[in-house]
Nanobody, 121 residues
Framework: QVQLVESGGGLVQAGESLSLSCAAS????????VAWYRQVPGQQRVLVAS???????NYADSVKDRFNISKDNAKNTVYLQINSLKSEDTAVYYC???????????????WGQGIQVTVSS
């Protein structure tokens, strides 16, 4: 079994920065690709940042140059640094990790519980 715990959200002022964390524990051999999504009530969950196992990153146009996704393999933790926050960044943020349980086994998708980020202008 795997547990994902997100942290770092909260209420911030526009223009400030925030760092979200997603820590994986349990049956984790390695973390392959990672991604962060966000969802506003009444709307679909939207991909904002991703990082492939080889390190290639991609960002939604709306967050490019402000968001940075990174991973600490030693800590099994994924981060999302958010700079120059805007009111439209207000959403629940979810991490999604592709995790391998063993060296030879398959990879499985796990979602974090979601964390609220609220930006006041």
């Amino acid at each position: 079994q795997v547990q994902l715990v997100e942290s770092g959200g909260g209420l911030v002022q526009a223009g400030e920065s925030l760092s979200l964390s997603c820590a994986a524990s349990g049956r984790v051999f390695s973390i392959d690709s990672v991604a962060w999504y966000r969802q506003v009530p009444g709307q679909q969950r939207v991909l904002v940042a991703s990082a492939a196992s080889g390190g290639t990153t991609n960002y939604a146009d709306s967050v490019k140059d402000r968001f940075n996704i990174s991973k600490d393999n030693a800590k099994n933790t994924v981060y999302l640094q958010i700079n120059s926050l805007k009111s439209e960044d207000t959403a629940v943020y979810y991490c999604k990790l592709i995790i391998k349980y063993t060296n030879a086994g398959g990879a499985y998708q796990w979602w974090g519980q979601g964390i609220q980020v609220t930006v006041s202008s």
